[in-house]
């Protein structure tokens, strides 16, 4: 079983969801998960928070890094209550840019074992 909460602010309040699974599936396991995933990704899901999910812990540190002009471009971490389920959860915002159509963005996520990962995320308009 699987739980997850945000404590709210802004104009969507607090939310919360719940997964029951158990191990038993043949599906795939990876090693972590993230969204917006890496590739591309329509340039609305971009916007939202950012997450990483790792199974060897939670991530303490995002560094965002455009292609365009190499900036690195600053991400806030987002209190988020564990304990549930297999992943440890990071979430992060982005902290007075927005993601553009026809960038692409290299993520770095630090913390969680084995760190760092790299992936590249490319918001595309649809």
């Known amino acids: 079983m699987g739980i997850g909460y945000y404590g709210g602010g802004?104009?969507?309040?607090?939310?919360?969801?719940?997964?029951?699974?158990?191990?038993?599936?043949?599906?795939?396991?990876?090693?972590?998960?993230?969204?917006?995933?890496?590739?591309?990704?329509?340039?609305?899901?971009?916007?939202?928070?950012?997450?990483?999910?790792?199974?060897?812990?939670?991530?303490?540190?995002?560094?965002?890094?455009?292609?365009?002009?190499?900036?690195?471009?600053?991400?806030?971490?987002?209190?988020l209550n564990q304990g549930f389920g297999v992943y440890g959860t990071a979430a992060f915002r982005a902290q007075g840019w927005s993601p553009a159509a026809g960038e692409t963005y290299t993520v770095v996520v630090e913390g969680a074992s084995p760190a760092p990962i790299t992936y590249v995320v490319k918001p595309v308009g649809c």
């Not at 158990?22 to 990704?41: H, I, K």
């Not at 999910?53 to 890094?65: E, F, L």
């Open 10 to 79: 802004g104009p969507y309040g607090s939310s919360q969801c719940l997964g029951v699974f158990d191990g038993s599936g043949t599906g795939p396991s990876p090693e972590w998960l993230s969204f917006p995933p890496a590739g591309f990704v329509p340039l609305q899901a971009a916007g939202w928070t950012w997450t990483f999910h790792h199974k060897g812990g939670v991530a303490s540190k995002m560094t965002v890094t455009r292609a365009s002009d190499n900036a690195t471009l600053p991400m806030t971490m987002l209190p």
